[in-house]
């Protein structure tokens, strides 16, 4: 790496911070002196120091952040928004705040005074061997540092540190006036409403309880934590509620569509012919008349017991509403779930810095700072959030039910929070599937890195990754024999693969996404026929495909075939 390892040159006063400038040997660097980090102008450590205009103050952004969080609420149903808007305007003037690498250092203890000083050392480094052992002191020194952001983003949190943990930005500097600019565009609040969180809101959700912790395979918080077991059972409540809703919706629809027919029959049944030679006479029953007959007695067998069917789903509906009030009641008793656990945010940051090494892997680039030498995304490469949901919506026009789950024999649309992370990872994955306190109708939780190479194909299988856990969940015991997980199991042992199964099934799902929906034959046959039975394309694709080749003719049928079987 050269010595200009950023590609612009340090500007003077963070040159002057880290003692790199001029050809001084690093055996001679002074050690790091914080008074002129943090200094004695008139600025304490917490206060913020010349905030631009552009920029949303605390209570703004707090207020903004708590509007687009969907807490544990799922969608059963509905579809992305359109996206209109991907950049701001008016685009902010906070990287070019000078105080903004005090602002993100200050009030952070010994830890920021250690990432400081190895960041200093790095730079100035001569020897690749020191060089090399610089930068892996400095990764360690900076995630203990940001540990101790991250603690405080259950309440305010000034916006340095907050685009520091959104971006990893320690110091504009380290990035290009272009590379400046772009992130200066990037819409900051949540305007969206959807449940794809940057990591420092993340991280405010978790922390005030408004959404659970990540599950791990370690022991989790206490369980005499009285506000930890209310939250999971409003939890568990809430989604029992919402499933309840969805088959009320779904029960209304059925009835209301039976009585449309039956008032379509009825009127068959009223509609009658004059006699030819009295006009003010009207002709008997047609024999089509007649036949309505019939079909009016199925169609009130069909209404009662679909109206007993919606009083059965209200009277759920009802007991599910009451049991939310009564574990809100004393939750309200206990105080409130608004209240900071610094527990739990200590342990949901353990859990992000697994997923953000499980997305860059073992011989990706761990450098966690933002920088021009690493940062090669274009505006529509990066994984901001806009960016995201566009590539959601694009993935589930082609995969529709990517996102469904069945509840009492419906699907309903339950939309998986999305986590971006700041890292140069290339892979996506989900982490869990559900919430394990309500496995019915629970948002699962997918990753992504916001720097890959391919932010399409990262999404895709962060999606993938949703998919196969999701169907193995609901196979349980018999993943290996039935459904897509069964099937696909079945096919992998006869072609005798060695590795794990779903870093083999994701890759397939991806090349199932990219090249088999536009016609372009990539799958094993078998392969291909469990995924057009398991996971369907939509049916515009599907449309579009049956007249590309036989292969696609030939399962355009079997769904027809199916169908008329009442076997689909």
């Known amino acids: 790496m050269a010595d200009n390892v950023f590609h612009d040159e340090l500007d003077p006063e963070l040159a002057a911070l880290l003692g790199a400038a001029g050809s001084r040997d690093t055996a001679t660097v002074p050690p790091p002196d914080f008074s002129s980090i943090f200094g004695t102008d008139g600025a304490s450590p917490g206060t913020l120091l010349d905030t631009p205009?552009?920029?949303?103050?605390?209570?703004?952004?707090?207020?903004?952040?708590?509007?687009?969080?969907?807490?544990?609420?799922?969608?059963?149903?509905?579809?992305?928004?359109e996206i209109t808007k991907k950049f701001e305007e008016s685009p902010h003037s906070f990287f070019a705040d000078p105080n903004y690498y005090?602002?993100?250092?200050?009030?952070?203890?010994?830890?920021?005074?250690?990432?400081?000083?190895?960041?200093?050392?790095?730079?100035?480094?001569?020897?690749?061997k020191d060089r090399s052992v610089f930068r892996q002191q400095f990764i360690t020194a900076f995630w203990d540092f940001l540990s101790a952001v991250a603690k405080k983003c259950g309440g305010k949190i000034l916006p340095a540190k907050r685009f520091l943990l959104r971006f990893g930005?320690?110091?504009?500097?380290?990035?290009n006036q272009e590379t400046r600019a772009f992130f200066s565009s990037l819409i900051v609040e949540d305007e969206l409403g959807q449940p794809v969180y940057y990591l420092d809101e993340w991280l405010k959700n978790v922390g005030t309880g408004k959404i659970q912790p990540s599950t791990t395979d370690e022991a989790q918080v206490s369980r005499a934590s009285t506000s930890v077991r209310f939250q999971q059972l409003l939890e568990k409540a809430q989604g029992k509620l919402d499933g309840n809703l969805g088959l009320l919706k779904a029960k209304d629809v059925e009835r209301r569509n039976l009585e449309r027919n039956l008032q379509e029959r009825v009127g068959i049944i009223v509609d009658h012919s004059s006699l030819d030679d009295r006009f003010d006479i009207s002709a008997a029953y047609s024999e089509s008349q007649k036949r309505v007959f019939a079909d009016l007695q199925?169609?009130?067998?069909?209404?009662?017991?679909?109206?007993?069917?919606?009083?059965?789903c209200l009277r759920d509906y009802r007991q599910a509403e009451e049991d939310v009030r009564t574990i809100q009641g004393k939750i309200a008793e206990e105080g409130g779930a608004a209240m900071l656990d610094t527990g739990?945010?200590?342990?949901?940051?353990?859990?992000?810095?697994?997923?953000?090494?499980?997305?860059v892997g073992r011989q990706g680039n761990h450098f966690p700072v933002l920088t021009s030498e690493y940062f090669h995304c274009g505006p529509n490469g990066t994984g901001f959030r806009e960016n995201v949901?566009?590539?959601?919506?694009?993935i589930e026009s082609i995969d529709p039910e990517c996102f469904c789950r069945v509840y009492k024999?419906?699907?309903?649309?339950?939309?998986?929070?999305?986590?971006?992370?700041p890292t140069y990872g290339d892979t996506g994955f989900c982490w869990e599937p559900f919430s394990r306190h309500n496995r019915a109708t629970s948002r699962g939780r997918i990753v992504i890195p916001m720097y890959p190479k391919n932010l399409y194909i990262a999404v895709l299988s962060a999606v993938g990754d949703l998919r196969w856990q999701v169907a193995k969940e609901k196979a349980s015991y018999y993943w290996m024999e039935e459904g897509l997980t069964g099937n696909y199991y079945q096919w992998f042992q006869k072609m005798k693969f060695k590795g794990n199964i779903k870093d083999f099934f994701v890759q397939d799902y991806i090349q199932w996404m990219t090249r088999e929906s536009e016609g372009t034959q990539k799958l094993d046959k078998e392969v291909r026929g469990v995924f057009w039975r398991f996971m369907p394309f939509s049916q515009s694709v599907k449309e579009k495909l049956k007249n590309r080749s036989f292969v696609y003719q030939e399962l355009y049928q079997r769904d027809l075939n199916r169908a008329m079987s009442d076997g689909y």
């Not at 509007?67 to 509905?78: F, Q, Y």
């Not at 930005?169 to 990035?175: K, N, Q």
């Not at 945010?345 to 997923?355: A, G």
């Not at 949901?389 to 694009?394: E, Q, V």
């Open 169 to 175: 930005i320690l110091h504009p500097v380290f990035l």
């Open 409 to 421: 024999n419906r699907n309903n649309r339950i939309v998986p929070y999305t986590i971006l992370l």
């Open 53 to 81: 205009s552009g920029v949303p103050q605390d209570e703004d952004a707090e207020s903004a952040e708590s509007s687009g969080a969907s807490g544990e609420t799922p969608d059963v149903g509905g579809s992305f928004p």
């Open 298 to 312: 199925e169609i009130l067998k069909g209404l009662l017991k679909a109206d007993r069917e919606l009083e059965s």
């Open 102 to 128: 005090k602002i993100a250092l200050s009030g952070e203890g010994d830890s920021a005074t250690r990432t400081h000083g190895l960041m200093q050392k790095y730079l100035n480094s001569k020897d690749p």
């Open 389 to 394: 949901l566009s590539i959601l919506a694009a």
């Open 344 to 359: 739990a945010l200590s342990t949901e940051f353990e859990t992000i810095r697994q997923m953000v090494k499980m997305t």
